[in-house]
C-alpha cells in the first residue's frame, strides 16, 4: 500500500514537472506554435484521468490554433474533445462557427444543430440564443439563416427568430478579411462576452 501511494506521488510530481514544461515551452513559442504545448498538456492530463485539467488544456489548444488562423488544427482539436467528451459545447460551438467560416454549409448546418442539441442538454439555451443570433448576423446563406431562426424557435426566443426572418441578407461577401474576424471574435468569445452582444 505504502509502495503504491509513493508510486502515486511520483507520478503525480513528474506529471506536474512535464506541464510546466510544456507551459514554459508555450509561453516561449511563435504564436500559433504554442498550441502544440497545450494540446500535450491535455493529453497528458488526459491519460493522468485529470479530465478537468485535460479540456482547459485543450481549450486552450484551440484558442490558440484560431488566433494563428490554423482553422483546421483548430477543428481537429475540437473533434479530438469531442471523442472523449461528446457534450462538449464549446468545441461544437465552435465547429459550427468554422463551418459558416469555411463556407461549408451542408456542414454548418449539421455543426450547429448538434451545438444547439448539446447547449440545451447543458442548459446553456441562453448562450446558444446569443451564439445562433450571431452566427445569423454573420451567414450570408438564406438556408442557413432560415435553420437558424427555426432553432431559436426552438429555444424559445421568437422575437430573435422573426429579426433573423426579418434581416436583409447580403447577396455578396464584400469584405472576406472582416468576415474572418467576425468569426473568429465569435468563436473566441467566452460567457462574460455573450452577455455584452
Given at each position: 500500500?505504502?509502495?503504491?501511494?509513493?508510486?502515486?506521488?511520483q507520478?503525480?510530481?513528474?506529471?506536474?514537472q512535464?506541464?510546466?514544461?510544456l507551459?514554459q515551452?508555450?509561453?516561449?513559442?511563435?504564436?500559433?506554435?504554442?498550441?502544440q504545448?497545450y494540446?500535450?498538456?491535455?493529453d497528458?492530463?488526459?491519460?493522468?484521468d485529470?479530465?478537468?485539467r485535460?479540456?482547459?488544456y485543450?481549450?486552450?489548444?484551440?484558442?490558440?490554433y484560431?488566433?494563428?488562423?490554423?482553422?483546421?488544427a483548430?477543428?481537429a482539436?475540437c473533434?479530438k474533445?469531442?471523442r472523449?467528451?461528446p457534450?462538449?459545447?464549446r468545441?461544437r460551438?465552435?465547429?459550427?462557427w468554422?463551418?459558416?467560416?469555411?463556407r461549408l454549409l451542408?456542414?454548418?448546418?449539421r455543426?450547429i444543430g448538434?451545438?444547439?442539441?448539446a447547449?440545451?442538454?447543458a442548459?446553456?439555451?441562453?448562450?446558444?440564443?446569443?451564439?445562433?443570433?450571431?452566427?445569423a448576423?454573420?451567414t450570408?446563406?438564406?438556408e442557413?439563416?432560415?435553420?437558424?431562426?427555426?432553432?431559436?424557435d426552438?429555444?424559445?426566443?421568437?422575437?430573435?427568430?422573426a429579426?433573423?426572418?426579418?434581416?436583409?441578407?447580403?447577396?455578396?461577401?464584400?469584405?472576406?478579411?472582416?468576415f474572418?474576424?467576425d468569426?473568429?471574435?465569435?468563436?473566441?468569445?467566452?460567457?462574460?462576452?455573450?452577455?455584452?452582444y
Amino acid at each position: 500500500m505504502f509502495r503504491n501511494l509513493r508510486g502515486t506521488r511520483q507520478q503525480d510530481r513528474g506529471l506536474e514537472q512535464k506541464l510546466k514544461s510544456l507551459e514554459q515551452q508555450a509561453q516561449i513559442a511563435l504564436p500559433g506554435f504554442d498550441a502544440q504545448f497545450y494540446n500535450r498538456a491535455g493529453d497528458l492530463c488526459f491519460e493522468a484521468d485529470d479530465r478537468p485539467r485535460a479540456f482547459a488544456y485543450y481549450g486552450r489548444a484551440i484558442d490558440a490554433y484560431l488566433q494563428a488562423r490554423r482553422y483546421n488544427a483548430s477543428g481537429a482539436v475540437c473533434r479530438k474533445l469531442l471523442r472523449i467528451s461528446p457534450s462538449a459545447v464549446r468545441a461544437r460551438c465552435t465547429l459550427a462557427w468554422l463551418s459558416i467560416g469555411k463556407r461549408l454549409l451542408g456542414d454548418a448546418r449539421r455543426e450547429i444543430g448538434e451545438y444547439v442539441e448539446a447547449a440545451k442538454l447543458a442548459g446553456q439555451e441562453r448562450l446558444a440564443r446569443k451564439q445562433l443570433a450571431m452566427m445569423a448576423d454573420t451567414t450570408r446563406d438564406a438556408e442557413l439563416r432560415e435553420l437558424i431562426a427555426v432553432m431559436l424557435d426552438d429555444l424559445g426566443d421568437a422575437e430573435g427568430a422573426a429579426r433573423v426572418r426579418a434581416a436583409p441578407t447580403p447577396d455578396v461577401l464584400e469584405d472576406f478579411d472582416a468576415f474572418w474576424s467576425d468569426v473568429l471574435r465569435a468563436a473566441l468569445m467566452g460567457p462574460e462576452e455573450l452577455d455584452m452582444y
